[in-house]
């Protein structure tokens, strides 16, 4: 009796047929809440993401990442230091000749010499020659170099004792340009050569030595504002002109060669990932200069995307059939070209050329372009006995095509929703960037007592372990050690806090996923109802409801966060499992073998096709959960089930849809692209001064700026149309299996569709006839 009765109902093996229920006009206003322990896991998930934002708050301060310190711990460029926000390394050598430098640079690139804030950065050479240790140290030194509470003109410290205690710098070098942001002669000074700076300095240091000259050495013109990430690292391209008095200067090596390798290979990595700054600040002045342009290429992408899914109601059937013919036109093409290509080498055979490494050999004997020939007409084939064979499916997907385009023109604040996806989106990223940021810098800063010269009396006694405090710290508490000084050194890793910080970044990351998928569940689900809802209306359009989105949106939030909480979580999970598996491919890869390897990338293609279809299974639970409000489970089943049954026409509409979305994206992206491509390269100029492209230091900044949020806003519409399809599209196989038009079932569908399927309404027919 049950092979009979599978025999007779082939789809028993995915579940029998939707009946037919009188009462059942779209989605459903009479439901409950759904899937509530999950709801309840959700909301305690994000309570303690909020707690984890509140503690990080509390203890972390990004200020670490975005000033640097001085030797006392206060911050460059805010507070007392306003006016000087670039950091200043007495002796660059200590930072130099450090263990890790790398590491240090992580770390805050801090190293065992003084370190003050300074309004600008030396870009030439100087350094302090044996005879200047007899002249008055306000004829020395540069006092906008040296430690604030040291006054030149007054102190009674001799030279020799200010270098020791590391007061001023007894030399320094050009840093690496930065920012520029001097006057026209501070620009003009970067410009100059190697050979001009040296000259101006041994000018200025033979003014210095006049005599009679009481006066301070004023700061040069060519002192500018050059900095890499706020601190003034060497320029290790001028170190091949230090000058020749370099090598008698006390403290420094004895030959310029050494210490010129010594500051190159000590600094050269740092000085090349800090110069990133240099960029970015170029590349926001273009932005500033730009963003009016660049908003209008993204207000035209906004237009053309919106106008091309309206115009899809008229031309999508043209669009389709042109694609259609083209693939087959272009794999005709590929079969010609491959048999003139095979007559052409048919002299050569693939025995005459054997095995090698140079592939394009390959393409010059016959039995390459045979397997060409074979593959493409077999692909030829299949294409063209698929669209005669399923053109009445092909004819379906298009009128949902256009019903989809009908829909939206009927709630156009569908379009509207995809900006507050795109708001709550932000706010998620917003919120984990700042938490991970706080967390990274939480943490109280640590002060060790430091010998910044060993030589000196009992300084190597003094080997950096003691902690101290910068305000109450005494240098007289060590009298055997004059150059002793309280040097910030790091940020405190000891603590609850900091033990668990790893678990809460987890946490964090993990937190964030789950609510960036949840974002997305709510987006599909609400418009899932408002489109459900335009398709359950009998008389279109003045049977749909009011405010459809917002209908759906609320639904969505009042009875169904835990399901679409459910769906996330599974989601999330397996993002989880795909992030381990990058991480364990990316540790371990210079160790694993080939078997290793090829076991890893499949295990890494399995969790990428299964994060696909958990995708697409959400998606359809989502319209049955804002259809029928069912859990998430029963929804996902009966919505599978559902596909199961109708499973060539969903590869028949998928395919479709893909394709034209495809061809529409390509279309609204590439347009503008390559017309902001015009307009920032300056083949398109404006009249008058309103902008000119050569201002910029990168044009191709704006460009892609405009490419990229062109294809966000292309995306963010057409996946609305994209929803719209697959909500339609359900809702078309549940109306085949509930309804038979007769008075008592009539179909819900448009007319087109029903004309393709050669089905009508009785009532309609009727009424007619009346």
Excluded at 329 to 354: L, M, P, R
Aim: glycine residues 6%; hydrophobic residues 45%.
């Amino acid at each position: 009796m049950g092979k009979k009765r599978d025999e007779e109902n082939p789809d028993s093996a995915y579940g029998e047929p939707a009946q037919f229920d009188p009462t059942f006009k779209g989605p459903i206003h009479n439901r409950g809440c759904t899937d509530i322990i999950c709801c309840v896991l959700f909301l305690l998930v994000v309570l303690g993401y909020i707690a984890v934002g509140i503690l990080a708050w509390l203890f972390g301060d990004p200020r670490h990442v975005l000033y640097p310190r001085n030797s006392t711990g206060w911050y460059c460029g805010i507070g007392p230091n306003e006016n000087r926000p670039n950091l200043f390394y007495f002796d660059v050598l200590k930072c130099a000749m450090s263990v890790n430098i790398m590491a240090q640079s992580l770390n805050g690139f801090q190293c065992p010499t003084t370190q003050v804030c300074v309004e600008q950065c030396p870009s030439d050479f100087y350094a302090l020659e044996p005879s200047a240790y007899f002249r008055n140290p306000a004829d020395v030194f540069n006092a906008s170099l040296c430690v604030p509470s040291i006054d030149l003109r007054t102190t009674t410290l001799s030279i020799q004792q200010i270098v020791d205690q590391e007061l001023c710098p007894f030399f320094y070098i050009p840093t690496t340009p930065g920012t520029r942001t001097g006057s026209c002669r501070d620009r003009f000074s970067l410009r100059r050569t190697p050979g001009t700076q040296r000259a101006e300095h041994e000018r200025s240091m033979s003014r210095a030595s006049e005599p009679g000259n009481n006066k301070p050495r004023s700061t040069p013109a060519y002192l500018v504002k050059n900095t890499v990430l706020g601190r003034c690292l060497p320029d290790a391209s001028a170190l091949s002109v230090i000058p020749s008095y370099f090598s008698t200067v006390p403290g420094l090596p004895s030959s310029i060669n050494e210490t010129a390798n010594t500051i190159t290979n000590g600094t050269w990595d740092v000085v090349n990932g800090f110069s990133t700054r240099d960029i970015g600040m170029r590349i926001f002045e273009d932005f500033a200069s730009s963003w009016p342009w660049i908003l209008v290429g993204l207000l035209i992408a906004m237009l053309v995307s919106m106008l091309f899914l309206l115009l899809l109601r008229f031309i999508a059937p043209i669009m389709v059939w042109v694609l259609i013919i083209g693939v087959l036109v272009a794999g005709a093409y590929g079969i010609w070209h491959c048999y003139w290509e095979y007559e052409n080498f048919k002299d050569t055979s693939i025995s005459d050329v054997g095995l090698t490494t140079n592939f394009k050999t390959y393409l010059q004997v016959q039995e390459t372009w045979l397997a060409f020939l074979i593959i493409i007409s077999v692909v030829e084939v299949i294409i063209l006995l698929t669209v005669i064979f399923l053109r009445t499916r092909i004819l379906i997907a298009i009128a949902l095509i256009q019903e989809s385009s009908k829909a939206i023109s009927h709630m156009m604040s569908a379009l509207l929703y995809p900006l507050v996806t795109f708001v709550l989106l932000l706010v998620c990223v917003a919120y984990w960037g700042a938490t991970a940021l706080y967390l990274a810098t939480s943490g109280d800063p640590i002060y060790k007592v430091v010998a910044l010269n060993t030589t000196m009396g009992d300084c190597g006694s003094i080997n950096g372990t003691a902690n101290c405090e910068p305000e109450s710290f005494s240098p007289s508490d060590y009298p055997g050690c004059p150059s002793v000084s309280c040097i910030f050194i790091k940020y405190n890793e000891e603590g609850l806090l900091q033990e668990n910080l790893m678990n809460l970044q987890i946490y964090n990351a993990v937190a964030f996923l789950w609510c960036v998928n949840f974002v997305i569940a709510l987006g599909q689900c609400t418009l899932a109802g408002a489109f459900a809802s335009y398709y359950w209306a009998f008389n279109k359009p003045n049977d749909i409801p009011t405010f459809p989105v917002c209908g759906g949106f609320m639904r969505s939030l009042r009875y169904h966060v835990g399901s679409l909480a459910f769906g996330a979580l599974i989601l999330t999970l397996v993002q989880v499992i795909r992030i381990i598996l990058e991480y364990i491919d990316h540790k371990a890869r210079g160790a694993q073998n080939r078997v290793a390897r090829f076991i890893m990338t499949c295990f890494k293609c399995c969790f990428w096709c299964l994060e696909k279809f958990i995708k697409f299974l959400n998606r359809n639970a989502y319209i049955m959960i804002a259809i029928y409000g069912k859990n998430f489970c029963v929804s996902a089943k009966n919505a599978f089930m559902l596909l199961m049954r109708n499973v060539i026409r969903v590869v028949v509409l998928d395919k479709v849809t893909d394709l034209l979305l495809f061809f529409g994206k390509l279309l609204v992206v590439g347009g503008v692209g390559v017309l902001s491509f015009y307009f920032f390269s300056g083949r398109i100029a404006l009249p008058g001064n309103t902008f000119r492209s050569s201002s910029l230091n990168y044009y191709w900044m704006p460009i892609i700026t405009v490419a990229f949020g062109s294809y966000l806003i292309t995306h963010g519409f057409f996946s609305v149309y994209n929803m719209c399809v697959d909500t339609l599209f359900l809702c078309f196989l549940e109306d085949l299996e509930r309804n038979d038009g007769s008075m008592e079932k009539p179909y819900f569908m448009s007319k087109s569709l029903m004309k393709i399927l050669n089905k009508s309404n009785k009532t309609l027919k009727k009424h007619r006839e009346n």
